[in-house]
Nanobody, 119 residues
Framework: QVQVVESGGGLVQPGGSLRLSCAAS??????VAWYRQVPGAQREWLAS???????NHADSVKGRFTISRDDAKNTVYLQMISLKPEDTGVYLC???????????????WGQGTQVTVSS
């Protein structure tokens, strides 16, 4: 059973930086996406990366957030700079994988990590 764990959240001042991590325990990586959840709002997609290396970022974070992957560690990162109070929320990663090459794609969510941007 693949498990995914996010880490790296915390309290940061406006203009500060954080790097979030999303580490998977196994599986054959297919793609990953980062989302942000704010109470009372829809879960917001932030960035995605696929196994071939291509990535996309939402317009709201483009130029400030960068998704990357360390293949050896089976870990995906979300580097965040120039943080704003409106970036506050729970950040979750959705990891899509196969249990064997060519197998069906499965999806799993991490537990989330809280990011608070405040002075």
């Amino acid at each position: 059973q693949v498990q995914v764990v996010e880490s790296g959240g915390g309290l940061v001042q406006p203009g500060g930086s954080l790097r979030l991590s999303c580490a998977a325990s196994g599986g054959f990586f297919s793609s990953v996406a980062w989302y942000r959840q704010v109470p009372g709002a829809q879960r917001e997609w932030l960035a995605s990366r696929v196994s071939g290396g291509a990535s996309n970022h939402a317009d709201s974070v483009k130029g400030r957030f960068t998704i990357s992957r360390d293949d050896a560690k089976n870990t995906v990162y979300l580097q965040m700079i120039s943080l704003k109070p409106e970036d506050t929320g729970v950040y979750l990663c959705n990891w899509q994988y196969r249990t064997r090459p060519g197998g069906a794609i499965r999806s799993i969510w991490g537990q989330g990590t809280q990011v608070t941007v405040s002075s």
